[in-house]
């Protein structure tokens, strides 16, 4: 079956501190990969996304590659601010329109 | 540009009481997607629709559960009646097309069976 598995949290960072979520995935075919965040009291909003293998997906200075030797997608900044805070969330998307979520992972930036 | 608008945010009800949910995708999104969120998991898909047609409902618990999206605009989505397990974030997103157009998701209405 298809499925996201995600680094668990809480993950706890200082600012300018790097940080890398893992994220990696089951998947019978070929989908697409996104990388979504939800800050505190508001929906869910898409960080970025690859839709084929090396693709790498870039947004707000964060990064993730569409691995598939690995079918993995790690998110990675160089450096966090507390603005960061929030919780991220692994997804993998096949053409039948079927979002698969991982269980999201907090992320808590200190000052 | 408006984003997806849901209500209420907030809700509490008793078990075996109805409960709905509106949301407002947005304009000129021809794809909304209801899902269930549980603490500390990912969403859920519930109910997919393209224009005004549910195109793919195989999560949904019809025994309980009921959609709709006249015009093809709004949604509803009720339960009834409610148990305690409904408890969770009932979210909405909407798209511009399926495929890998981009979802973008309301904040959510919480819900809390008693």
């Known amino acids: 079956g298809n499925s996201v598995t995600q680094m668990e949290g809480p993950v706890t960072l200082s600012e300018e501190a790097f940080l890398t979520i893992n994220c990696t995935y089951t998947?019978?075919?070929?989908?697409?990969l996104f990388w979504y965040v939800q800050y505190p009291g508001e929906g869910l909003q898409l960080l970025l996304k690859?839709?084929?293998?090396?693709d790498k997906g870039s947004n707000k200075g964060f990064e993730a590659t569409y691995r598939k030797e690995t079918t993995s997608f790690h998110l990675e900044k160089g450096s966090v601010q507390v603005s960061d805070s929030a919780v991220y969330f692994c997804?993998?998307?096949?053409?039948?329109?079927?979002?698969?979520f991982g269980t999201g992972t907090s992320l808590t930036v200190i000052p | 540009e408006a984003g997806v608008v849901q209500s209420p945010r907030y809700k509490i009800i008793e078990k075996k009481q109805p409960v709905a949910f509106w949301c407002n995708p947005i304009?000129?999104?021809?794809?909304l997607y209801w899902y269930l969120q549980n603490l500390g998991q990912g969403p859920e898909l519930l109910i997919r629709?393209?224009?005004?047609?549910?195109?793919?409902d195989s999560q949904l618990p019809k025994d309980r559960f009921s959609a709709e999206r006249l015009k093809g605009v709004d949604s509803t989505l009720k339960i009834q009646p409610a148990e305690l397990g409904d408890s969770a974030v009932y979210l909405c997103?909407?798209?511009?097309?399926?495929?890998?157009?981009?979802?973008?998701f309301g904040p959510g209405t919480r819900l809390t069976v008693l």
């Open positions: 997103a909407s798209s511009l097309g399926g495929g890998l157009d981009t979802q973008y």
């Open positions: 998947a019978t075919g070929y989908p697409s």
């Open positions: 690859a839709t084929k293998a090396d």
């Open positions: 997804a993998l998307l096949f053409t039948g329109n079927q979002f698969y």
């Open positions: 304009s000129g999104h021809n794809t």
């Open positions: 629709y393209e224009n005004e047609e549910a195109v793919d």
